[in-house]
């Protein structure tokens, strides 16, 4: 069956003809209402990709590609644009910001402990001679 797509490069070539020898009746009217576009199909692939990356590699094999494809044009909920929080961090980029989170949850817990101790003897508030001398 003939689909109402565009496909731009090789990988949109490949998906669409899948779907175009395997949709059914009613994914063929799916896709062909026009709400969505293989651009927006993709983009909800590499979002699958992503979330199944390790240190910014994922793979895919491609019958989970062409299966993601369908899923994208035969759910409704899945919106163009929706696919992902513009602020969520994903793949190398959010392992970065959870180390950094964890060393700055371990530096706050260590400058409690030291604030424990200080009042344990008094010393609050007042000057350590070694960080003075820069932390010797």
Partial sequence: MRLNLEAKDDNEIAILAYLEENASETLTEKINSGKKTMADCVGYIREQARKRA???????????????????????????????DPGEKVGVEKQIVERKAE?????????????KEEAKHGL?????????????
């Avoid at 060393?103 to 604030?115: D, F, M």
């Fill in 103 to 115: 060393e700055a949850k371990k530096k706050a817990a260590e400058l409690e402990k030291k604030k």
């Fill in 124 to 136: 609050e508030g007042q000057l350590d001679m070694f960080e003075l001398m820069g932390g010797m």
């Fill in 54 to 84: 390790k240190n910014g590699m994922a793979m895919i094999k491609d019958v989970e590609v062409f299966g993601w494809a369908t899923h994208y044009f035969e759910e409704d909920a899945l919106k163009p644009g929706a696919l992902r």
